[in-house]
């Protein structure tokens, strides 16, 4: 097959940010919601019970993932959370830029973190703190609230680590790479 002409090239490397940055855009507004949602049904702290494991519930999380750092008298951590989100977007962009065109699980994963990162910095500039809703439990023991914005996260990184450690060569490339 002759190599594609410049046009046809550019085209299909802007078809990997389209699909980053929709994908992207699809879970912020998603997160946001459902946010939404919690906040305009739920008092901060109010907990509704919807099966023997599963609550929703409405909390402020200030710290990580999970509840890490999670500490109202701590101010330095909003800047360390907004510089570690501007570092993901950075991060983001070099490995989309540097990424073969086949490699759309790649972008998928890229778009899950990117879109999970931004969901949550929005909060951090609104509230200074993170909205969680999604609690599970067992036998009195519960698993960190969480939120949309974090099942991307978790679900991009593992699918961009998988395709970064996956060894080279094991998906064919394909004549409609992105």
């Not at 973190?113 to 909205?131: E, K, P, S």
Request: with cysteine.
């Amino acid at each position: 097959m002759p190599p594609l002409c410049g046009r046809v090239e550019a085209i299909i490397r802007i078809m990997r940010y389209i699909l980053i940055f929709g994908l992207s855009a699809l879970l912020v507004a998603l997160d946001q919601f459902s946010k939404h949602l919690v906040t305009a049904s739920l008092a901060l702290h109010e907990t509704v019970p919807m099966t023997g494991f599963f609550s929703l519930v409405h909390v402020l999380n200030r710290g990580a993932a999970f509840g890490f750092l999670n500490d109202p008298d701590m101010t330095w951590q909003f800047w360390l959370f907004l510089g570690a989100t501007l570092l993901a977007v950075i991060v983001v962009w070099i490995i989309a830029r540097s990424a073969a065109s086949h490699e759309r699980f790649l972008f998928i994963g890229l778009g899950c973190i990117l879109g999970g990162a931004i969901g949550n910095l929005i909060d951090r500039i609104r509230f200074r703190a993170v909205i969680d809703f999604l609690d599970f439990h067992l036998a009195g023991m519960h698993w960190p609230a969480f939120n949309v914005a974090d099942i991307a996260i978790c679900i991009g990184a593992g699918v961009v680590a998988l395709q970064l450690l996956r060894p080279k060569g094991t998906f064919p490339k394909s004549e409609n790479s992105i």
